[in-house]
Nanobody, 126 residues
Framework: QVQLVESGGGLVQAGGSLRLSCAAS????????MGWFRQAPGKDRDSVGA????????YYADSVKGRFTISRDNGKNTVYLQMNSLKPEDTAVYYC???????????????????WGQGIQVTVSS
């Protein structure tokens, strides 16, 4: 079992920055690839990006590429989502998730993740 807890969300003006953290407890965090997803009201849960277990590879959705950065510290059992140049359309509940045994090309698929955090609200005002 892996328990995930997000923190760092809140309200920010357009153009600002936030850093989300996702702290993991349980077994073998460093064995898991980690993903960030978001869900706006009335919309599907979409992939923001992902990072492989070692941190060697990352994936980003086109909508956030160049603005968001995912990193991880396996010594601290934590994955991060640095969000810069935020836009009102980035407003959503953000989730971190953990998966094992998923091909890199499938890391954008929420159905491939075994463990989820409770989600945290990010609101970007115009």
């Amino acid at each position: 079992q892996v328990q995930l807890v997000e923190s760092g969300g809140g309200l920010v003006q357009a153009g600002g920055s936030l850093r989300l953290s996702c702290a993991a407890s349980g077994r073998s965090f460093s064995n898991y690839d980690m993903g960030w997803f978001r869900q706006a009201p009335g919309k599907d849960r979409d992939s923001v990006g992902a990072i492989t277990w070692s941190g060697a590879s990352t994936y980003y959705a086109d909508s956030v590429k160049g603005r968001f950065t995912i990193s991880r510290d396996n010594g601290k059992n934590t994955v991060y989502l640095q969000m810069n140049s935020l836009k009102p359309e980035d407003t959503a509940v953000y989730y971190c998730a953990a998966t094992r045994g998923t091909y890199y090309t499938e890391l954008r698929n929420p159905g491939k993740y075994q463990y989820w955090g409770q989600g945290i609200q990010v609101t970007v005002s115009s």
